[in-house]
């Protein structure tokens, strides 16, 4: 349903498409479940959010891959294993885009 939108849909929408009689509170745990998985994008609507379906798979990917490196508290350990395990074409396509992407500014 919300690839089907047109844009990001907010809980109140998405509760009307769904089923008008599910609680509020449910549609945004889902909502916001979907979101910490990477299924969904939100992006601030008033005072809350709307959400987008992320239609990208590896943007899915991505964010599942930065979660994992997150949740662990030795990042430095799990990035050597990573690149220690990269394929020398993985490695060099990374070098590259590493690069090639401007620091994003604090």
Do not use: C, I, W
């Not at 959400?51 to 964010?63: I, K, T």
Request: no cysteine; aromatic share 4%.
């Amino acid at each position: 349903m919300l690839a089907a939108a047109e844009g990001p849909l907010a809980p109140a929408a998405v509760r009307e498409r769904l089923d008008p009689g599910l609680a509020y509170n449910t549609v945004t745990t889902v909502l916001g479940r979907l979101h910490d998985k990477g299924r969904v994008t939100r992006v601030s609507a008033g005072r809350g959010y709307a959400y987008q379906a992320v239609r990208d798979r590896a943007q899915v990917v991505a964010h599942q891959m930065r979660r994992l490196l997150d949740d662990d508290a030795d990042r430095s350990a799990v990035l050597t294993r990573f690149v220690g395990a990269l394929t020398p074409e993985d490695e060099a396509l990374l070098v590259a885009l590493l690069q090639r992407t401007e620091p994003e500014p604090s």
